[in-house]
């Protein structure tokens, strides 16, 4: 059966690329460097239901996005989650935070309604983020 | 140098046992079954942080946690969470999520106060969890 994106990840995200497991989204929200590691496996809603190879690949692509977004963001802290209480299909946020950000030190999750990207700004981050991840990881490609 | 846990999560947590990598602790609130794994080892903030086996370690251990908890608990979803942006010592959230909870289908970090445990519920409490995960996992031990 062809991988079928979750119609509300669709609409909120930008598709960056890929890595060998998961698809790479951009949350088109311009307050936080927000992104989300989807893995193309259809019916899957729990880290757990992966197999172990699959767990190892999952952890080893959001480890290179993790310390890429520390990097190139210069960021004070990665938050990490795998929530899914909405949108089922399992996703994996990565957000860059900042002590000055605002919502700091609360998780953004819920908080403020999005402010999209102007699209020079998109074009801008999504060029900065994916020549990083290039340079960083062989298994990273654009979409 | 030994390993010291952060003092928030000493005075938050009640220390359950141990796998190969992580300390499992519960937080003491009976609002939610909610555990979190600290991998023992110093000076860590970031998941990136730890080498690619710990990596591995770490994403079987927290498997082996949510697979047990999503059973035991009969659970709607396991919210998993690295964030850290007030405790840095590397620790992970394992909560337990109802759609019927206080606070569904929003994250509950920072949401409500915690209500502590009564005795015999504890002591229920742990003990059903440590024998599910000894039945699970060869490597989880108690403390």
Redesign the interface.
């Known amino acids: 059966m062809k991988f079928k994106l979750h119609p509300q990840l669709k609409q909120d995200c930008i598709a960056i690329g890929r890595f060998e497991l998961c698809h790479l989204l951009m949350i088109n929200d311009s307050q936080f460097p927000w992104f989300v590691l989807v893995p193309e496996i259809n019916g899957i809603?729990?880290?757990?239901q992966?197999n172990?190879p699959q767990?190892?690949l999952?952890?080893?692509e959001?480890?290179?996005l993790?310390?890429t977004l520390?990097t190139l963001y210069n960021a004070d802290?990665?938050?990490?989650?795998?929530?899914?209480?909405?949108v089922p299909q399992l996703h994996i946020h990565h957000v860059v935070?900042y002590r000055t950000d605002k919502v700091?030190?609360?998780?953004i999750?819920?908080k403020l309604p999005a402010i999209a990207y102007l699209e020079q700004e998109l074009s801008d981050t999504l060029g900065s983020i994916t020549h990083a991840l290039q340079l960083k990881s062989m298994s990273f490609s654009t979409s």
Chains 1, 2 share one sequence.
């Open positions: 809603t729990e880290i757990f992966l172990k767990q190892s999952l952890i080893e959001s480890s290179t993790a310390d520390n802290k990665i938050n990490i989650a795998a929530i899914g209480n909405l935070r700091w030190p609360a998780p999750w819920g």
